[in-house]
């Protein structure tokens, strides 16, 4: 390889903060890098713009999703097989990096041989301004356990934060699943963990600022809709099946409270019972204490819906559920401002 660091970036329009992104890396102080812009068949606009920045870096590369699925997981397989670097990253195409981002990560990790990929801290960019705080915050070495938290679906981390041996990628065959329209990031973290990729968190201030104002088409959102109905579905066997294959039924309280946190994000604001039935047939058929115990929530679900507003009927039998897990968010958020502090 003749190139020290690849970074790996899917494109799906936004020109302006695409713009934004790959100016921010072009300010790095660090300069031994390639980027593979896979575009997800965006409009002209943006491909004009990425174009033009091809023209501009040699070290900018478009490349134009010919496969499918369409999505970020495609996108994002492509570039891990057109990578050249010896490490690797994935960014999202419409955030933004401060110019010490890259050198930092790819000093760090080439310290530390021992290691396939390292964690670092990120903040968000919240009106065009670069925040630390917030709850879109990860990548803090808070969690005691990675594994049971990724269960519960508070992330320690996700793909932005990390920079990986693309050896340990490859030679570990860890993909991301196209199947999976959303959650991909806590699927592909929690694969390299499982598949025994050894990492550490670095301890420093956040250099990769997620933007949480502007993609309206983010996966985020897309989640309430209903094109990831069956996909919501697949990655809860999914996760029930490669935890419980390693590790029994050690994580299945964990699993459970992620079910729930899954379960009120897609119902958002009321609750579909026949689909609420689905997400209990699999949970019932891995577990079959918490199976019954969301077969009963659902069924006072139901009830409650007869008297009270569906969103309120929907969230008071999962009361203990939700208010352990805001719980734990919170002690997270602390632990953070804490860190930041010092």
């Known amino acids: ?28 102080s660090y300069s031994d890098w390639e980027l593979l812009a896979v ?32 999505g970020a997981q495609t996108c994002r397989n492509i570039g891990l097989r057109e ?3 010896k490490y690797i990253i994935f960014f999202d195409s419409d955030d933004y990096i401060t110019p010490d981002c890259l050198e930092t990560r790819v000093q760090s990790l080439s310290a530390r041989k021992d290691l396939d990929f390292m964690v670092f801290p990120s903040g968000v960019v919240e009106n065009n301004v670069f925040k630390e705080k917030h709850r879109f915050i990860f990548g803090y070495h808070f969690f005691r356990d990675d594994i049971e938290y990724f269960c519960r679906r508070i992330l320690p981390f996700v793909v932005w934060n990390n920079i990986y041996r693309t050896d340990s990628l490859r030679r570990n ?32 201030k956040p250099h990769f600022g997620y933007r949480i104002n502007v993609n309206s088409e983010s996966v985020s959102k897309k989640i309430l809709s209903q094109e990831h109905r069956q ?49 209990t047939k699999i949970v019932k058929k891995h577990s079959p204490k918490y199976g019954l115990l969301l077969k009963l929530q659902v069924l006072m679900t ?28 919170n002690k997270k958020l602390v632990f953070v401002s804490e860190q930041i502090k010092s």
């Open 173 to 204: 065959n860890i993909i991301w699943d196209v199947n999976l329209l959303s959650l991909q990031d806590a699927d592909f973290n929690l694969t390299t963990i499982l598949k025994g990729l050894k990492y550490e968190y670095c301890s420093c």
């Open 1 to 28: 390889m003749d190139i020290t660091l690849s970074i790996v970036m899917p494109v799906f329009n936004h020109p302006n903060e695409l713009k934004e992104m790959i100016d921010s890396i072009l300010a790095n």
């Open 83 to 85: 990578a050249r670097g």
């Open 231 to 279: 996909s919501n579905l697949y990655a809860l066997n999914k996760f029930y099946e490669i935890i419980q294959g390693r590790f029994g039924h050690k994580y299945d309280e964990a699993l459970y409270g992620g079910v729930v946190v899954i379960y009120n994000n897609i119902f958002c604001t009321g609750i579909d019972l026949k689909y609420a039935q689905e997400f």
């Open 39 to 70: 575009d997800d068949g965006s409009q002209a606009e943006t491909l004009s713009v990425l174009r033009e920045y091809e023209i501009l870096d040699k070290r900018i590369r478009l490349i134009q999703r010919t496969e499918l699925p369409k």
């Open 302 to 329: 139901r009830l409650l819906s007869f008297i009270l507003p569906s969103k309120l009927a929907r969230q008071i039998p999962m009361a203990i559920c939700l208010h352990d897990y805001h719980s734990r968010e």
